[in-house]
Structure formats: C-alpha cells, structure tokens
C-alpha cells in the first residue's frame, strides 16, 4: 500500500476542461451552454467534499460519482468534436482563421485532458485502487516499471504521467515511452489519436484555406 494521490491535480485538470467548454462557441455545446459544465462542476464539488485531500477511499458511490464526471466531461467534448468535423467538412464553419484555430485548439485540448483523466481513473482500477495494490496487472507499462532500480521502490503513477501520455498520444499520433497493455488502453489511445488527427487535420487545411 503506498499514499494515495493527491486530488488536487487531476480536479485543476477538470476546471481547465469546463473553462475550455465555456469558451467554445454556442454551436460546439450540447444544449444550452452551462448545462454540461455545472454537472462537472456538482460532480467534482461532491468528490472533493467526501474526499478532499487524497484519493485513499475504496467507496463505490466515489469511484461511481469520478467516473460520471468524466463521462460528462467526454460527452460535451465529443459533441464538440463532432460539430466541429462536420461544420470543417461541409463549409458551415467559421470564416475567421483567429477564431477557427482557437477553437480548434480548445477542443483539442479538452480531448488531451479528458482522456488522461480515462487513463488515470481506469489503469488498475484507478487511484485508490493503486494506492491500495488491489490489482497486479498494469494496463500501462511506464518506463520505471520497466527500470525499477532507476526510480524510488514506492513509485506510483500520478495524474501528471497520465496527462503526459495522453499529451503525446494526441501529439504524435502514437505511444511514446509508455505502453498500453490491455485491449481497452489500445482502443482508448487509438481512438484519441484518430480524433486528435482529424481536428489538427482539418482546422489546419480550413484556416489556410481562409487566409487563401
């Protein structure tokens, strides 16, 4: 068993992702504009209220409320997703490169942190989980696992590597120095990184076409 992580990080992550959706425009919002994020927000405030400091309690109506954050969390960013590609595709998008770029790097953003927030609440099992030691088979292979002599005997993964993952994943398209094992980590990146690919794809071609 080793200390359990702190809250903080991963819940700054979440304010960033509901800043991030409230600056993007009203058509990229499912319903009306704070709807998604001040579910995120409820959600975050009770999970901080139960447990404020570190992430050590196994409580399944926790671990049940962490993972409806994220899920509404990646429900508003794939709505977002998905407005964005087809207004890129079909034209309706915007005319101004300024605005086009921003709002496709929010996006883009959003999605790096939403999907760190996947990977570090689902690897075996999630954070409590870990601090515990309630299960042996990693579902991402980090580097110091592969050289334990090269780092503390106690070493965890926080938040910060899994946000490092997910940053890379949506940079370069692949893994990088940490490995996905099972089928659902697999599935997760390839999916962040066909998303990450198309929205980088085509803001890009649609701003240079407007300043064409």
């Known amino acids: 068993m080793t200390v359990g992580e702190s809250r903080w990080a991963a819940s700054a992550a979440v304010l960033v992702a509901i800043g991030l959706q409230l600056a993007l425009p009203d058509r ?6 704070f709807l998604l994020p001040t579910a995120e927000a409820v959600l975050l405030v009770t999970l901080i209220a139960f447990n404020p400091a570190r992430i050590d309690r196994l409580s399944r109506p926790l671990r049940a409320t962490s993972l409806a954050l994220i899920s509404v969390a990646s429900l508003a960013n794939a709505y977002s997703v998905i407005v964005l590609i087809y207004d890129l595709v079909s034209g309706n998008g915007s005319t101004d490169a300024v605005g086009l770029l921003t709002t496709g790097g929010a996006v883009y953003a959003t999605n790096i942190i939403v999907f760190s927030l996947w990977y570090w609440d689902l690897d075996r099992g999630g954070p409590a989980a870990r601090a515990h030691g309630l299960n042996e088979y990693p579902d991402f292979l980090f580097p110091q696992m592969s050289a ?3 780092t503390h005997p106690d070493w965890e993964p926080r938040f910060a590597d899994y946000l490092y993952v997910s940053f890379t994943n949506a940079t370069a398209f692949s893994p990088t120095d940490t490995m996905p094992l099972s089928r ?3 599935l997760a990146m390839l999916v962040q990184s066909g998303v990450a690919l198309a929205t980088i794809a085509l803001v890009l071609a649609r701003a240079v076409n407007v300043l064409g």
């Open 184 to 186: 659902w980590a697999k």
């Open 148 to 150: 334990p002599t090269m």
């Open 28 to 33: 990229l919002n499912l319903s009306f504009r």
